[in-house]
């Protein structure tokens, strides 16, 4: 009965403050059948059909069915690699980076069958956390800091050639990046970026210029040692964004664990109803009034209809740590641990 009442007061809260007539929605999970054991931290999904993912022991999945088959494989030469970020355009060209000490990043245009290198750093602490385009040209890739400035590389011609970004402000000592699901960088058309650093402090690194310039500000996010702090950022524009996160090896603490911001980044707001316990993926679902955020982490799923400012009970589902929505849809994929990959369905529940 207790947690009967307090679902209700959740719900009821968020509805006042959002002033929604839709009243909430149910999280359905449908697992899929990879047949691959890895720890999945990287996904991208091109459509409904096309779906990439990659992971541990250097591998890489394809799906062209919507999930109902998938290509396994291993880039060949990196099976020690960790892939945990990716990025694809269609079914047959994706780049992946990995976090060995190499930091390589490999580029195929057959759909897997060959992997061309397009990037190798061997500077001593580099380690790729996220990859994430704006379009089909621009794209960034963040590496964790090197001797206290964040490591940021941009590519202006679909992945082929990259180059580091300069004047970077620097961090504090153990303020560093998460490379839990492949989205502590966002970049938006307008060369918009939001960084998102853990550990000692918990800040987003913010450009409107395409990382000319620079602001940082404090999420509000718990921090202070090298399990806390924020995990995943995304802007459904160029102004509203929301950051989740937490303590991973603690994910039931769930005091200050995500926050919004209306203006780009430069301030954040904790939001007033937390998601449940630590989140390590947030991204946007729908459109329009339909439109709604959606964070997972090890332990289960929450969901928002107001930006980010009050958090609703998703589902229990276990052991994913990353998602990524079907462009345009309350429909998506999640990924995690032994190779788990399931399909989201988001449904509206009416009265």
């Given at each position: 009965?207790?947690?009967?009442?307090?679902?209700?007061?959740?719900?009821?809260?968020?509805?006042?403050?959002?002033?929604?007539?839709?009243?909430?929605?149910?999280?359905?999970?449908?697992?899929?059948?990879?047949?691959?054991?890895?720890?999945?931290?990287?996904?991208?999904?091109?459509?409904?059909?096309?779906?990439w993912a990659s992971g541990s022991g250097g591998t890489f999945l394809l799906t062209r069915d919507g999930g109902q088959t998938w290509l396994v494989d291993t880039v060949q030469g990196a099976s020690g690699d960790d892939f945990r970020n990716i990025h694809a355009w269609n079914d047959t060209e994706a780049i992946l980076f990995g976090i060995g000490k190499?930091?390589?990043?490999?580029?195929?245009?057959?759909?897997?069958?060959?992997?061309?290198?397009?990037?190798?750093?061997?500077?001593?602490?580099?380690?790729?956390?996220?990859?994430?385009?704006?379009?089909?040209?621009?794209?960034l890739a963040l590496s964790d800091p090197i001797d206290n400035t964040p490591f940021l590389?941009?590519?202006?011609?679909?992945?082929?050639?990259w180059k580091p970004v300069a004047s970077m402000p620097r961090v504090m000592d153990g303020e560093y990046n998460f490379a839990a699901s492949n989205s502590c960088v966002d970049y938006h058309p307008s060369g918009h970026i939001c960084i998102i650093?853990?550990?000692?402090?918990?800040?987003?690194?913010?450009?409107?210029?395409?990382?000319?310039?620079?602001?940082?500000?404090e999420t509000g996010l718990v921090n202070g040692n090298p399990s806390s702090g924020n995990f995943s950022v995304s802007f459904y524009d160029d102004r509203n964004g929301i950051v989740v996160g937490g303590t991973y090896d603690n994910p039931s603490l769930n005091e200050n664990i995500a926050a919004w911001s209306s203006d780009g980044g430069k301030n954040w707001n904790l939001s007033v109803i937390m998601p449940r316990e630590y989140r390590s993926s947030v991204i946007w679902m729908g459109k329009g009034?339909?439109?709604?955020?959606?964070?997972?982490?090890?332990?289960?799923?929450?969901?928002?209809?107001?930006?980010?400012?009050?958090?609703?009970?998703?589902?229990?589902?276990?052991?994913?740590?990353?998602?990524?929505?079907i462009p345009g849809t309350l429909s998506g994929f999640a990924a995690g641990a032994d190779g788990k990959i399931a399909r989201i369905r988001v449904e509206l529940l009416k009265r």
């Open positions: 009965m207790k947690h009967i009442t307090v679902y209700f007061i959740i719900l009821v809260a968020a509805l006042l403050f959002t002033g929604c007539a839709e009243k909430s929605y149910q999280i359905v999970f449908e697992e899929l059948n990879t047949g691959s054991d890895a720890s999945i931290r990287a996904l991208h999904v091109v459509d409904e059909n096309v779906v190499a930091g390589r990043a490999y580029y195929t245009d057959d759909a897997g069958k060959s992997w061309i290198p397009v990037y190798e750093n061997n500077t001593n602490g580099i380690f790729f956390n996220s990859l994430v385009f704006a379009d089909v040209m621009n794209g590389i941009i590519t202006e011609d679909g992945g082929k050639t650093t853990g550990g000692t402090a918990a800040r987003a690194i913010v450009s409107f210029d395409n990382g000319e310039t620079w602001q940082v500000s009034r339909r439109r709604l955020a959606f964070a997972i982490g090890k332990t289960g799923c929450d969901y928002s209809i107001d930006y980010g400012h009050t958090w609703l009970a998703g589902t229990d589902d276990k052991d994913y740590y990353t998602a990524r929505a």
